[in-house]
């Protein structure tokens, strides 16, 4: 009986400090769903590919995304990014549109697809029947506003000029090709706290920021037809982390644990005090100034194949970027590394399914390809300041079609000159962006299980 009381005064508790009602968010942060693109979640998933092939997938968007550091038209871009990996959902306007936005850790901008009330001078629809995300109605928001263009909002935003109007408007584009250009505006956002320990609650904590600066665009080209616009994640003016820095007390950092490609579940973008990082074993290593403002870019100092030590000549710059799939390392840097693992894994090799992948193994020998993780080395990193990190045989590995294990490192080349720790090698670690300290923090973790999801019945 006792017990049965506590459990009920526990469970008002609970929905009492969660708040029933959407209470905005305390100091203690926020945290978002983070959706892989291919995952259930995600609009852009094909319920055709297993998850080896979504891995193969991502693999070759690695591939064919080339860096290039000015645009050959000659027209405005920063930008030099592959932003096609994880998405995040964000209210905007009021009332609010429920949006699914790709997130981008190597740009800046905010922006989503927009028209203004029956105007058919937006974006156009996908084509194909693919499903159609809802577009922003600037007309039936009541808290849109216009940014002049003479404002240091304005001029802070790469890619930015003056209407005829003499209001701000943007023109951006990416690595890829896509472009994105419209007038820039300002709008509330809401963000839904993920139901961590709150699943009695009938509505999230939220956290409701105004005047939020975002790019309104009629126009967008490029592979977006499904998704509804792009969150800029990057350490530059005009980022989503820079802009709720600014508006609010939660500081200029996030973190992000993204579970395995093998596991079917969401990971989670963490915000504000949540973002830091304080696992055993938790690594910091500094931010150093980037050619591309939106980088986070840190030293690699060293790489240890088991027991051998393979060092570039001096420290040497990466960007940690979670819209990349592989890491993208120098020739001279890369290829004592497959010396080094090729000698020690006793494995037949096999014909690469890809061909930016130098190095894969068959793993299916007796038809089991359960235990492949054993045979492979262990692959440490040591960044600036000396913190080290362990990448286990699924960060420096990926099992792309069953049966065929391949090294998830290519050659950084001419037009993507960028060195990148990728996506593979950041599964299964809590990564930590603080722009306020300049670091970066990286401490092991389950990423599978940090994206809550509620548990099977909850009764009274
Ligand atoms: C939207 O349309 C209304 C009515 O046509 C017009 O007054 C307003 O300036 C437009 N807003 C923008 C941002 O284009
Ligand atoms: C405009 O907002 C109203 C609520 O104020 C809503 O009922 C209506 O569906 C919205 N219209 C569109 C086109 O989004
Ligand atoms: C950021 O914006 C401010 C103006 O608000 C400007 O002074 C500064 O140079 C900008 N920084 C970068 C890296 O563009
Ligand atoms: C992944 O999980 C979802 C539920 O979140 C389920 O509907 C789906 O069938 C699962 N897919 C696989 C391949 O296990």
Same mark, same amino acid.
């Given at each position: 009986?006792?017990?049965?009381?506590?459990?009920?005064?526990?469970?008002?508790?609970?929905?009492?400090?969660?708040?029933?009602?959407?209470?905005?968010?305390?100091?203690?942060?926020?945290?978002?769903?983070?959706?892989?693109?291919?995952?259930?979640?995600?609009?852009?998933?094909?319920?055709?590919?297993?998850?080896?092939?979504?891995?193969?997938?991502?693999?070759?968007?690695?591939?064919?995304?080339?860096?290039?550091?000015?645009?050959?038209?000659?027209?405005?871009?920063?930008?030099?990014?592959?932003?096609?990996?994880?998405?995040?959902?964000?209210?905007?306007?009021?009332?609010?549109?429920?949006?699914?936005?790709?997130?981008?850790?190597?740009?800046?901008?905010?922006?989503?697809?927009?028209?203004?009330?029956?105007?058919?001078?937006?974006?156009?629809?996908?084509?194909?029947?693919?499903?159609?995300?809802?577009?922003?109605?600037?007309?039936?928001?009541?808290?849109?506003?216009?940014?002049?263009?003479?404002?240091?909002?304005?001029?802070?935003?790469?890619?930015?000029?003056?209407?005829?109007?003499?209001?701000?408007?943007?023109?951006?584009?990416?690595?890829?090709?896509?472009?994105?250009?419209?007038?820039?505006?300002?709008?509330?956002?809401?963000?839904?706290?993920?139901?961590?320990?709150?699943?009695?609650?009938?509505?999230?904590?939220?956290?409701?920021?105004?005047?939020?600066?975002?790019?309104?665009?009629?126009?967008?080209?490029?592979?977006?037809?499904?998704?509804?616009?792009?969150?800029?994640?990057?350490?530059?003016?005009?980022?989503?982390?820079?802009?709720?820095?600014?508006?609010?007390?939660?500081?200029?950092?996030?973190?992000?644990?993204?579970?395995?490609?093998?596991?079917?579940?969401?990971?989670?973008?963490?915000?504000? #005090? %949540?973002?830091?990082?304080? =696992?055993?074993?938790?690594? *910091?290593?500094? $931010?150093?100034?980037?050619? &591309?403002?939106?980088?986070?870019?840190?030293?690699?100092?060293?790489?240890?194949?088991?027991?051998?030590?393979?060092?570039?000549?001096?420290?040497?710059?990466?960007?940690?970027?979670?819209?990349?799939?592989?890491?993208?390392?120098?020739?001279?840097?890369?290829?004592?590394?497959?010396?080094?693992?090729?000698?020690?894994?006793?494995?037949?090799?096999?014909?690469?399914?890809?061909?930016?992948?130098?190095?894969?193994?068959?793993?299916?020998?007796?038809?089991?390809?359960?235990?492949?993780?054993?045979?492979?080395?262990?692959?440490?990193?040591?960044?600036?300041?000396?913190?080290?990190?362990?990448?286990? #045989? %699924?960060?420096?590995?990926? =099992?792309?079609?069953?049966? *065929?294990?391949? $090294?998830?490192?290519?050659? &950084?080349?001419?037009?993507?000159?960028?060195?990148?720790?990728?996506?593979?090698?950041?599964?299964?670690?809590?990564?930590?962006?603080?722009?306020?300290?300049?670091?970066?923090?990286?401490?092991?973790?389950?990423?599978?299980?940090?994206?809550?999801?509620?548990?099977?019945?909850?009764?009274?």
């Amino acid at each position: 009986m006792a017990g049965r009381a506590l459990l009920l005064v526990v469970l008002v508790l609970t929905a009492q400090l969660c708040g029933c009602t959407a209470a905005n968010i305390g100091d203690g942060g926020f945290s978002v769903e983070f959706i892989h693109r291919d995952s259930v979640k995600s609009p852009l998933h094909d319920p055709s590919l297993t998850l080896h092939d979504r891995v193969l997938a991502a693999v070759r968007r690695s591939a064919a995304r080339p860096y290039a550091g000015s645009d050959p038209s000659g027209g405005v871009a920063e930008i030099v990014s592959t932003p096609y990996e994880y998405l995040m959902y964000v209210r905007v306007g009021t009332p609010p549109t429920r949006m699914l936005a790709l997130v981008d850790s190597g740009s800046n901008l905010v922006w989503f697809k927009c028209r203004n009330g029956t105007s058919t001078s937006g974006p156009p629809p996908a084509a194909g029947g693919a499903p159609v995300s809802p577009v922003f109605d600037l007309s039936n928001s009541s808290t849109y506003g216009l940014v002049a263009c003479r404002l240091p909002s304005c001029q802070a935003i790469y890619g930015t000029s003056c209407d005829a109007n003499q209001f701000c408007q943007y023109q951006y584009s990416y690595g890829d090709g896509s472009t994105t250009s419209g007038i820039l505006s300002t709008e509330t956002f809401y963000f839904d706290d993920a139901p961590g320990g709150c699943f009695g609650c009938r509505e999230r904590p939220q956290l409701h920021l105004s005047r939020v600066n975002f790019g309104c665009a009629t126009k967008a080209t490029g592979n977006t037809f499904q998704l509804a616009g792009y969150v800029g994640l990057g350490a530059g003016n005009g980022s989503l982390v820079n802009q709720i820095g600014a508006l609010t007390s939660l500081g200029r950092r996030f973190a992000y644990c993204l579970a395995p490609f093998y596991v079917n579940v969401s990971s989670i973008l963490d915000f504000g #005090a %949540r973002a830091t990082v304080t =696992e055993p074993g938790a690594v *910091t290593t500094p $931010l150093i100034p980037s050619a &591309v403002d939106a980088f986070y870019t840190i030293l690699l100092t060293s790489v240890k194949v088991g027991s051998s030590t393979i060092a570039p000549p001096k420290p040497y710059p990466v960007i940690v970027d979670s819209g990349t799939t592989l890491t993208f390392l120098d020739k001279a840097l890369l290829d004592p590394i497959v010396e080094e693992i090729s000698r020690s894994i006793k494995l037949p090799r096999k014909q690469s399914p890809e061909k930016q992948l130098g190095l894969c193994y068959d793993v299916g020998v007796g038809g089991s390809t359960q235990d492949w993780e054993k045979h492979f080395p262990e692959v440490t990193l040591e960044f600036g300041g000396g913190g080290v990190i362990t990448l286990q #045989a %699924r960060n420096a590995f990926a =099992e792309l079609p069953v049966g *065929t294990v391949c $090294l998830a490192m290519a050659p &950084v080349t001419d037009d993507r000159s960028v060195a990148i720790i990728g996506n593979i090698a950041q599964q299964n670690f809590r990564v930590g962006f603080d722009m306020d300290k300049g670091t970066v923090t990286f401490a092991a973790a389950d990423c599978a299980k940090s994206y809550p999801s509620p548990p099977a019945s909850v009764s009274l």
